[in-house]
């Protein structure tokens, strides 16, 4: 690790310090915990009581806070949620030991090329005793680790693909078998972290300062976004004029997103759309999701040191340019109330509440307010996001009118949604600041707690019907 | 009255038969129904909608509602209903939220009738009145619930669950206007038909979701739900408040629960996932399923009692694709298979045993005990309940209570504690453990540790530690330790048979003194033999393989009783001891013992060669000391293992640890794991934390070390507010305190934390010893004499 740290260092960004003296001086970056989201509205000394408590907490557990924490500090009810819940996945009892807990948290992250979380979990991951070597890449793994690579790619991807047989092969008894408890413990863990690591390109979470001891990691990845690029005009120097004539272009934003609302709903019983209709509907906003470009932009993907062996040629984009089918997915005859939670919670005790409630959280969130308008019900907007990530998984609703999603999410949106998801790794700036431009950073930030929520239980979704099926 | 008039009539006019069948469905089932005559069943699911009839030999479909060349949603049916009264009359919940019905009397081949599309999302149930022919019910996703007049195009009322997601809705078989609703957040709610704005009565019935609901059919105040918690619940609700009368714990969460038509006392039950079977419960016996039904290979979705005046045919539809009729006398009983013996140590030794009656009988029959009293009376007696058709079983519980068992665990517990395990060179270990198992008579342990020292000492270290000991021993004649040997499984033999008759005059003693006390001798011999078969529930068949005559426990047991029981063979014991002179303890105490002749030399003869056998090759290479360690490692493994075949696992572990690297390749690791395991079992039962801890800490299997990773955890309260502290052991979320502060430095103190009991303020254990040397009061001035000590 410190191996890596030196390398990076020296080689992305020099400015901090004189390359002749050999010292590496850590410092701050400046721009706050998130690069989307101007520093003065992430305070810590502003927060509420209930929100201070809570950074506490998780300070006390985990002896740090970091940049995560701080951005969903705009919803402490979800915060605290989430906290327990990572807390019970890494610290408590649980079927697999903690540095294999760390090393699944990676091993995902790096999934999506998501430095920031691998560079907090190898720290973690060598503090609770784990084998830097096996950090190398998964060849260094041992061979039961190697053998979730296939699981992690597919969950990551294209989790309809997932089958009984997957399962199989994990489970089939042999050396570097899996046990079902074990394995459940590690889908819950790599579903989480393929949806935080959406969470963290989604809202732009800065890398972490650890200022003792040097141990600063920068990793090559983050070179694009350290300060030599904000000065470039990436970061918070956003100019005011430009702000304001954003503004005036899309006044109204707003109201004609509450309006098209309050239509939805009154005309919802005289215009019944046919059943043929309905299931067309669906179908096109599925197909309509493949290709809705993932990144308009065709800014190349630095490479990434620590995540580079973890990685090979799998990505969501390889199929959606081909306009892979993907199979419909209804979720009446397996959902996550009746059957995912009921399989979790036999399996890995405790666990199934946990995410039973953080799920309820993050769909049920409201402040009943929209930017500036008061006593709203966002209700029919949330579950409109909700259902267009299933949708992109395949997940079907019967009971909701696929027409809406295109009434109410504009194309831009659509387009952060589907990269947040599918490619988080290509989320930008200008993709966070493109959208909802009238609304406030925590209504923003609530909107990506429901993206990687909906993304969290979607994955989990398939991963537990094919172990389901295997069980029956 | 009126129902029972139409009771006569209903089954007056068909008698039902058939038997146990099935027959495959194309799709997955949701729900089933039947109708009122039970010669027809619904099926319906997200692909299929059909009816069946019931003939006596098979399901022949009769009608398939799915029509039309691209069925639309309204035929993906989360729940159907078929009407009881009126036969011609179906409802179907879908699962895009529409509520249909379908009037089987049209004579076009789309028999749908109404379509009610006023459900925002999912409908899980519909629900028709049980004696209104015109009035539906349904519950849906989006948590309303809504009446339906069948004359109208449009619901009459709406009721609002609250914004919950409603899971089941029932009209209640006896009160007209009253429905059960059950919710996704687990409340059940009562309404009046009447009156829509606000529901009658709301209790919570389970954590999570309740899936399920069900009135009893004959008596009106009984209502069974079964939710995610995977709990079947009676409640009581003719009582204010709803009282909860019954439980049953199932294994999975419960999708459906149905009483059984005729028994009062039974419901069927199955679930909503992982579990493929139904269950018919007898409340009243929660533990053990009445009858189960084991036919379907994947969750049974729907299950309905074909008659419902009928308690022997159960019809259900499966994830399977399948339909099935069950009969109910072709259900298996798993009371039947159920093991009818229990057996159990108690924590200082004692040993419970129940057994149905039958089988002990039978097997008093077979070896007589003294009157039987070997057993206690029987603690539980249920009475037999005639309408309880659960087979009868009385069981006899036995306790086997012995004052010689408990001592017999002395030595482990001494030997745990005594030995050591690390912290000084391997020679020093072994000989140190050596000593401590000859202190507790344990002769052969005692030279098997002093023969590894020998073996697996480096030689040049060998001369240095202690030259007079090693000489000892080094010249030690072959046929010392062999006669050695001899002696020890001698005391085994014997041992064994005395231990048994002691014991059993013991427990005679115990249960019926008068009876026993006066047994004669040949009474007693008779016994003796008797006994052993008894002794085999006691010690399992591990260790009482006839041939195992040398297990270290009844040696041990030997060695110990030998002051009242065993004399004969204290004297070839001092002879041999008499070379060592390291064992004094054993001289004296055996001299103590009148040296009876022994009469059971030949015996002890005869019995020995085996074990001997090993123990000469053991001690072979005494002569040749510059052979490798590892020379003598497949013998030390056979030796681990027979120790711990022998079920002295504490040996074969503490060898383990001691000798380290040395053999623990020789043993593969599951079995090195499994001793591990037994052992540290073994120490917690027996409260011996520390040495437990000290294993798993020495062990290198890596599952072992791992336990001590687990359960880590330790709870505190707040001193301030007395509230649990949830993630932080140092500050209080509620009253935003400190809690633990130090007196002296006023820190908060994170590690060891010291108080006075007195007075209980405290603080850094170094912090209050320093100040307790210099003051004698509290630190925090509150006027307390403190002591530290």
Redesign the interface.
């Known amino acids: 690790m410190v191996r890596a740290s030196s390398q990076n260092g020296t080689k992305t960004c020099n400015w901090g310090f004189p390359p002749d003296l050999g010292i590496r001086i850590p410092r701050p970056l400046g721009n706050g915990p998130s690069r989307f989201i101007p520093e003065k509205e992430i305070q810590v000394s502003k927060v509420d009581p209930r929100t201070q408590?809570i950074f506490?907490?998780a300070f006390?557990?985990l002896g740090r806070l970091d940049n995560i924490s701080l951005v969903m500090g705009f919803h402490p009810q979800y915060l605290e949620n989430f906290l327990k819940t990572q807390?019970y996945l890494l610290q408590?009892?649980g079927p697999l030991?903690?540095h294999y807990r760390h090393y699944i948290g990676i091993m995902a992250a790096a999934r999506h090329q998501c430095s920031y979380l691998v560079n907090l979990h190898v720290n973690d991951f060598v503090q609770v005793g784990g084998d830097p070597k096996w950090l190398n890449g998964l060849e260094g793994a041992p061979k039961k680790l190697q053998a979730l690579g296939e699981l992690n790619k597919i969950l990551a991807h294209r989790p309809w693909l997932l089958t009984k047989a997957h399962i199989e092969n994990l489970l089939k008894a042999e050396e570097h078998s899996w046990s079902l408890a074990e394995l459940i413990h590690a889908v819950v863990l790599l579903t989480h972290y393929h949806s935080l690591a959406s969470f963290t390109f989604g809202c732009g979470i800065t890398p972490e300062i650890h200022s003792d001891g040097g141990h600063t990691f920068r990793p090559p990845s983050l070179s694009q976004y350290c300060v030599c690029d904000i000065a470039n005009g990436n970061g918070h120097g956003n100019h005011p004029e430009e702000k304001l004539g954003n503004h005036q272009e899309v006044s109204g934003e707003v109201e004609v997103l509450m309006e098209r609302m309050k239509q939805l709903q009154e005309c919802?019983?005289e215009e019944?759309a046919?059943?043929?209709e309905?299931?067309t509907r669906f179908e096109r906003e599925k197909t309509e999701s493949m290709l809705v470009a993932t990144a308009e932009d065709d800014e190349c993907v630095p490479s990434r040191d620590v995540s580079r062996h973890f990685e090979d040629p799998y990505g969501y984009k390889d199929f959606s340019r081909r306009g892979e089918h993907v199979p419909t997915f209804?979720v009446?005859?397996y959902s996550w109330?009746?059957?995912g939670?009921?399989?979790v919670n036999?399996l890995y005790p405790d666990v199934g509440?946990l995410l039973?409630d953080k799920f309820q959280m993050a769909y049920n969130l409201t402040y009943n307010t929209m930017a500036t308008h008061k006593d709203v019900d966002t209700s029919m907007l949330r579950r409109a996001i909700w259902n267009y990530i299933h949708c992109m998984f395949g997940i079907r609703?019967?009971?909701y009118d696929y027409g809406e999603i295109n009434q109410l999410l504009d194309r831009s949106f659509k387009v952060y949604i589907k990269t947040m998801v599918c490619s988080p790794e290509k989320t930008t700036k200008r993709m966070y600041e493109s959208f909802w431009r009238q609304f406030q950073h925590s209504e923003k930030v609530h909107v990506n707690l429901l993206l990687m929520e909906a993304r969290m239980q979607a994955e989990l979704l398939y991963a537990l019907r094919a172990i389901?099926r295997y069980?029956? | 009255m009126e129902k029972m008039s139409r009771v006569t009539t209903a089954l007056g006019s068909s008698s039902i038969s058939g038997r146990t069948m099935f027959c495959h469905l194309d799709a997955p089932a949701n729900a089933i129904s039947v109708c009122r005559d039970a010669t027809q069943v619904v099926v319906a699911g997200r692909n299929i909608f059909k009816i069946y009839a019931l003939e006596e030999e098979q399901f022949v479909e009769k009608l398939n509602l799915r029509v039309g060349r691209k069925p639309s949603l309204n035929f993906s049916c989360a729940d159907v209903m078929w009407h009881q009264m009126e036969e011609n009359l179906l409802a179907t919940a879908a699962t895009n939220g529409a509520v249909v019905t379908w009037n089987l009397g049209k004579p076009s081949r789309n028999k749908q009738e109404q379509l009610f599309t006023e459900h925002k999302r999912t409908v899980n149930k519909v629900c028709f009145h049980p004696t209104e022919v015109y009035m539906l019910l349904s519950g849906s996703q989006d948590g309303y619930m809504k009446c339906f007049d069948l004359r109208k195009k449009e619901s009459v009322s709406t009721f609002s669950g609250q914004s919950e997601s409603v899971r089941d809705v029932q009209f209640s078989m006896k009160d007209y206007f009253t429905f059960a609703a059950s919710f996704e957040n687990g409340n059940v709610q009562l309404w009046d038909i009447r009156r829509p704005d606000r529901y009658e009565r709301m209790f919570t019935a389970h954590t999570g979701p309740v899936f399920c609901c069900d009135w009893h059919p004959d008596d009106r105040g009984w209502l069974a739900t079964g939710g995610r918690d995977k709990m079947v619940k009676v409640w009581d609700m003719t009582t204010n408040r709803a009282k909860e009368i019954f439980c049953v714990q199932t294994i999975a969460s419960v999708a459906r629960v149905k009483w059984r038509p005729e028994r009062k006392w039974h419901l069927a039950t199955c679930s909503m996932m992982v579990d493929h079977n139904i269950y018919v419960w007898d409340v009243r016996r929660p533990f053990i399923p009445f009858a189960t039904f084991e036919e379907h290979k994947d969750v049974t979705t729907g299950i309905v009692w074909r008659h419902q005046h009928d308690p022997h045919f159960l019809l259900s539809g499966s994830k399977d694709s399948t339909l099935y009729q069950h009969m109910f006398k072709d259900a298996s009983r798993p009371v039947d298979r159920a093991n009818p013996e229990g057996l159990c140590f108690g924590l200082f030794g004692d040993l419970a045993f129940a057994a149905k009656e039958s089988l002990i009988s039978g097997d008093a029959s077979r070896k007589p005990y003294p009157g039987g009293d070997r057993r206690y009376p029987i603690f539980f007696f249920k009475k037999p309940n005639p309408t309880e058709q659960f087979a009868h079983v009385s069981s006899a519980l036995s306790v086997f209570e012995s004052s010689v068992e408990s001592r017999h665990m002395d030595w482990l517990v001494k030997t745990a504690r005594l030995y050591l395990l690390s912290g000084k060179p391997f020679a020093e270990l072994c000989d140190h453990n050596a000593k401590v198992a000859k202190e507790l008579n344990r002769p052969q342990v005692s030279t098997t540790w002093t023969m590894l020292r020998i073996m697996f000492s480096d030689p040049a270290n060998l001369s240095t530690p202690g030259p007079n000991h090693i000489g000892k021993l080094g010249t030690l004649p072959l046929m010392n330790s062999f006669s050695m040997k001899e002696m020890g499984t001698g005391l085994v033999a014997e041992g064994r048979l005395e231990r048994s008759k002691g014991e059993s005059r013991q427990d005679n003693l115990h249960l019926e003194p008068g009876n026993s006390l006066i047994n004669s001798n040949n009474d007693e011999n008779e016994e003796t033999e008797g006994s052993e078969g008894q002794a085999e529930y006691m010690f399992g068949d591990a260790e009482l393989d006839d041939d195992d005559l040398y297990s270290m426990e009844h040696e041990n047991h030997a060695a110990e009783e030998q002051e009242y029981t065993l004399p004969q063979e204290a004297f070839p014991l001092r002879h041999e001891i008499m070379d060592n002179p390291s064992a004094p303890e054993h001289l004296q105490q055996d001299k103590a013992d009148s040296p009876h002749a022994s009469g059971n030399e030949a015996e002890v003869m005869c019995l020995t060669p085996i074990e001997s056998f090993s123990l000469i090759s053991i001690s072979q290479p005494l002569f040749s000391p510059h052979l490798p360690a590892q020379f003598f490692c497949p013998v030390v493994r056979e030796m681990l293992i027979h120790y711990a075949e022998q079920g002295d696992v504490q040996m074969a572990v503490s060898v383990l640890i001691v000798l380290g690297d040395r053999i623990r390749k020789e043993i593969d690791d599951l079995t090195q794991e499994h001793w591990y395991t037994s052992y540290i079992d073994l120490l917690q039962r027996l409260e011996l934390w520390n040495v437990s801890n000290e294993v798993i800490k020495l062990s290198t299997c890596s599952a072992i070390t791992c336990l001590n990773q687990t359960s880590t955890t330790l709870h505190v309260n707040c001193s301030n507010c007395k509230r649990p502290m949830s993630n932080r052991g140092w500050i209080c979320d509620r009253c935003h305190q400190c809690a633990s502060v130090c007196a002296v430095c006023h820190h908060v103190v994170k590690g060891l934390f010291v108080w006075c009991q007195g007075c209980s303020h405290g603080g850094h254990l170094e912090h209050v010893m320093n100040w307790l040397k210099s003051s004698s009061h509290c630190p925090a001035g509150c006027g307390h004499l403190c002591e530290y000590t």
């Open positions: 408590s506490e907490d006390a557990a807390h408590m009892d030991s903690l919802r019983d019944e046919s059943q043929e309905m299931a209804r009446q005859d109330e009746d059957h939670y009921s399989l036999r509440q039973d609703y019967d009971d389901t069980m029956t």
